[in-house]
């Protein structure tokens, strides 16, 4: 029987178990047709989007056939049903759909919109499977993105199971892998460390026509955004429409769609239009909530049917089933972003697992590496495959048994076990087994490890917990009827948690903030204290706030911890930029109350030309900040327009023709000694 092997022929044909890195494979290849040119240009008519009845029943019955639907004479689809088996979707998405000829009727203009193009979507591809080549980028959408080769392998790669894991019908999952830096869209992040982030729809079903017995092609949608539930809902969309017969102009429709969907700009609502859907949308209105996905004032989910773009699933939590009694610990590993690997027996269940355990730190941003699926052929493999001492703060999701030895000397790793798939909620929200994860049981020893079983589920941590057991909690958790009750307690009692954590820090963080009064017009704005750790423990030694010292543990060693994580570094430099941020907004305010020109009337002209460029650098970065109100802004500019009128002529041609800050003040403070 034909798997899903996402390494290419000689991985899934194999008969002899799990794979190797050293087994020799081909890589995957871009077709012949993989960057085909949108054609929206047809006379007096629109994109695919815009179709009528009559022409997309041309389209469809001249579409290349799959064995999963044809569309007959008057164009009616004929669809063959494939019970999905490892597909999900949040119900808390709204949907509006439509039958399938309404994604002809589209108000949008003929072209796609590129200068709007990437805000929302990097790419759409269509990966398949070929005897001969593997894996195989069939199609990438819109045309000129481009991709570099490492790029395109890891997209092939990953759309497919790594192992036969018996995905027969319809599978959803995510992964994200590092990206290249020169060839993606302008409105990409602009981190050092750049990620695509993919949402899968891989379809495998027996198909005898083939050599291979299966059908076996992935839809994949690619961000750099990591908003998994938004995207997965997207994909799901467009793959449904694919498979059904339209094939890639499904594709073209829903890529000119996207591109005229509005900026997801913070605090923002979106009626998202695609293929005849609707989609609605919320952006959280703080950069930190995005990770979060909850209301940052309340902690509260949005309105039933609205779905944030967010990396947070309020129902994510329910795939935690496996390992409920131990989620304690697994908080305290994830806030202090230590390197866990997950085992599970299908990519959803390992990518809906590795999302939740990045969100069970909300409010706090999750810092590290995060893989929700990763396979032998991802190009960082032989990275983490090689840390033997040293190892990274990442979370790996794995199904490839070759994991189990590659990565054994892991700190702590967790299996999800064979029947944990028996723990996915059904469509109305119950879960599918009768039975709730037993009590933990200690298992002794391994290497120095301690081992805890549950019935679904196993971990192996060499990190011990620092915070008392929360027993209550955790029966409250393991008597919950339904996935949503499941997600609902995890999320506010770590919401809480997380809340409670956070407090001596930010109190910490609030003394490094200068006085008020030490900030003057005339002078360079001030700079905030450093943040020494060890000042930090030392002041939280002296005593904790009342909701910590509830809770039994050892509060100091979580805290030493979570100081030399990447999710301090990360909340830190949030901190650092919101004050700084506050001290620009304080010291303009200052100069816009000030008379710059009485100062002006009894200093030299080096220091007026002094004064003038330091206010226009503050100026323009609490503009790029946005820290500045359009009424303080204003007042700004007269003030300035005053200083530049008690500057001579040939000072302010040398600041106009200075490209740089540097250039600009020496050249002018140049010219002014001359």
């Known amino acids: 029987m034909a798997d899903s092997s996402g390494a290419g022929p000689a991985v899934a044909m194999s008969e002899s ?62 669809q063959v049903t494939v019970t999905p088996s490892n597909t999900f979707d949040s119900p808390s998405v709204e949907e509006v759909s439509v039958h399938h000829s309404d994604i002809t009727h589209s108000t949008h203009s003929a072209h796609l919109d590129l200068t709007k193009w990437g ?14 080549l593997g894996q195989s980028l069939e199609k990438l959408y819109p045309s000129g993105i481009v991709l570099n080769r490492d790029d395109i392998k890891n997209i092939c790669f990953m759309s497919f199971p790594d192992s036969n894991t018996g995905c027969i019908g319809d599978t959803a999952f995510h992964f994200r892998v590092r990206a290249s830096t020169a060839h993606l869209p302008r409105y990409t992040s602009t981190h050092k460390k750049r990620y695509l982030c993919g949402s899968v729809y891989f379809r495998q079903v027996p198909d005898a026509s083939l050599r291979r017995g299966f059908y076996q092609k992935s839809v994949v949608v690619l961000s750099e955004q990591p908003h998994p539930t938004l995207y997965a809902r997207i994909c799901k969309v467009i793959a449904k429409d694919y498979f059904s017969g339209s ?21 923002s609502s979106h009626r998202l239009q695609m293929l005849g859907r609707e989609l609605l949308v919320q952006v959280p209105g703080e950069a930190s909530s995005i990770q979060c996905g909850v209301d940052s004032a309340t902690g509260g989910l949005p309105p039933h049917g609205v779905m944030l773009a967010s990396p947070f699933d309020p129902l994510m939590f329910d795939a935690l089933q496996p390992v409920l009694t131990h989620i304690q610990l697994l908080w305290e590993l994830m806030l202090t972003s230590e390197p866990v690997v997950v085992s599970g027996p299908t990519p959803t269940l390992c990518s809906r697992t590795v999302l939740a355990l990045t969100s069970l730190t909300a409010p706090l941003l999750y810092r590290g590496d995060y893989r929700p699926y990763f396979t032998i ?57 009768t ?52 997600s609902r307690l995890i999320r506010q009692h770590f919401w809480s948690l997380t809340q409670q954590f956070l407090i ?60 030399n994580s990447p999710n301090f570094r990360g909340w830190l430099a949030q901190k650092q930029k919101a004050a700084n941020g506050e001290l620009m907004r304080q010291y303009l305010c200052r100069v816009a109350e000030s008379d710059l020109m009485k100062w002006a009337s009894k200093r030299t002209e080096i220091e007026v030309l002094d004064l003038y460029l330091q206010i226009m650098d503050v100026c323009e970065d609490a503009k790029a900040a946005r820290v500045m109100s359009p009424r303080i802004l204003g007042q700004l500019r007269e003030q300035l327009g005053g200083l530049r009128a008690a500057l001579p002529a040939d000072v302010l041609d040398s600041i106009a023709m200075s490209p740089t800050r540097d250039n600009r003040y020496s050249k002018a403070v140049t010219v002014a000694t001359v």
């Not at 040119?37 to 815009?50: D, H, I, Q, T």
């Not at 930010?506 to 490094?512: G, I, V």
């Open 377 to 433: 052929q991802d190009t960082d493999c032989q990275t983490y495959v090689r840390q033997t001492d040293r190892f990274p703060c990442a979370i790996l999701g794995v199904t490839n048994p070759y994991f189990d030895k590659a990565l054994e000397k892991w700190p702590t790793k967790v299996w999800l076990g064979m029947d944990a798939r028996s723990a996915s909620p059904r469509p109305d929200g119950t879960r599918r087994t």
């Open 17 to 78: 178990g799990p794979t190797s890195p050293d087994t020799k494979l081909n890589s995957p290849r871009l077709s012949n047709d993989a960057l085909d040119v949108l054609s929206f240009g047809e006379s007096g008519g629109g994109p695919a989007a815009r179709r009528s009845s009559t022409g997309i029943n041309t389209l469809m019955s001249t579409a290349s056939q799959s064995p999963f639907g044809s569309a007959d004479e008057n164009g009616v689809q004929v």
């Open 247 to 267: 094939g890639g102009m499904a594709i073209q429709a829903a890529c000119m769609d996207i591109s005229h969907w509005n900026p997801p700009t913070l605090g």
């Open 119 to 132: 805000q929302w979507v990097t790419a759409v591809a269509v990966v398949g499977f070929d005897l001969e």
């Open 435 to 486: 039975s709730h994860p037993t009590r933990a049981k200690s298992g002794g020893q391994l290497d120095g490890r301690k081992q805890i079983v549950a019935k679904h589920g196993e971990i192996k941590s060499s990190f011990k917990q620092l915070l008392e057991h929360d027993r209550p909690f955790v029966k409250k958790l393991l008597s919950a009827k339904t996935s949503e009750d499941t």
């Open 504 to 563: 001596p820090l930010e109190s910490f963080a609030a003394r490094l903030m200068p006085l008020k009064r030490s900030i003057n017009p005339f002078l360079k704005v001030p700079n905030l204290g450093q943040f020494k750790p060890e000042e930090f423990i030392g002041w939280v030694k002296k005593g904790l706030p009342p909701a910590l010292k509830s809770r039994k543990g050892n509060w100091l060693r979580l805290y030493s911890r979570f100081l």
